[in-house]
């Protein structure tokens, strides 16, 4: 099946620093991709669709200068979070659509912890 | 708009026992439907996949779920449990006008007892 990696899989940063966590598509090509937080022993929440080569749509609520999105290219998407606190230590995932089959294929997640 | 509801935030069943998930949906469109299985911090793996063909699908790990439009619902199911299924499972839809944008339920965590 498709493979979706994500970068780094866990990450320790001070309060006030900038974080990036990359997600690639490894063996195909994601003109879509969304980014999700996850709170412990929660469900998902959509933060934002990436969409390649154009400006990412955030959901309601999320802040888009913090959250910063890129998708620079059809195989991967960034999200940088700028000036971190420790209320944004979460668990971040991305998703990768694989078209053909209208299906999600998931990244690892990231552990994300502000300190 | 769609959404997804999950009765149970936690199901406990014995090893060998049925496992029954219960997955009710609203979806103003004919729905694609997913589970989707998690094991403690690790991303989502797909188990299942409802995409307009036939109702009852298989899935991996000896799981299926069955469409059931009457009932909006998309049951998750697997004969006898093992205690590797011991983990949180979501059950979403996809919005295809959306690029395909999933709306989750809350999840249903498993306990498998020996």
């Known amino acids: 099946g498709a493979v979706v990696s994500q970068h780094p899989s866990w990450v320790i940063c001070k309060s006030g620093t900038s974080v990036k966590i990359e997600c690639r598509s490894l063996?195909?090509?994601?003109?879509?991709m969304f980014w999700y937080r996850q709170f412990p022993k929660q469900s998902l929440m959509l933060m934002a669709t990436?969409?390649?080569?154009?400006?990412?749509?955030?959901e309601q609520g999320v802040e888009k200068d913090k959250f910063l999105i890129n998708h620079a290219s059809l195989t991967l998407s960034t999200l940088t979070v700028t000036s971190a606190h420790p209320e944004d230590s979460s668990f971040y995932i991305c998703?990768?659509?694989?078209?053909?089959?209208?299906?999600?294929?998931f990244g690892q997640g990231t552990r994300l912890t502000v300190v | 708009a769609q959404s997804v509801t999950q009765l149970g935030s936690h199901v406990s069943v014995s090893e060998g026992a049925l496992v029954l998930l219960r997955c009710n949906y609203s979806s103003s469109v004919p729905p694609y439907l997913f589970w989707y299985v998690q094991y403690p911090n690790q991303g989502l793996q797909l188990l299942l996949k409802?995409?307009?063909?036939?109702?009852l699908v298989k899935g991996i790990n000896g799981f299926e779920a069955e469409f059931k439009k009457s009932e909006t619902s998309f049951h998750l199911t697997k004969p006898s449990a093992h205690m590797s299924d011991a983990a949180e499972y979501f059950c979403?839809?996809?919005?295809?006008?959306?690029?395909?944008?999933?709306?989750f339920g809350g999840g249903t965590r498993v306990l498998v007892k020996p």
């Open positions: 409802y995409t307009s063909a036939a109702t």
């Open positions: 063996d195909f090509q994601a003109t879509t």
């Open positions: 979403a839809v996809s919005d295809q006008a959306a690029g395909n944008k999933l709306t």
């Open positions: 990436s969409n390649e080569g154009s400006k990412a749509t955030y």
């Open positions: 998703s990768a659509i694989l078209g053909v089959v209208a299906e999600a294929f």
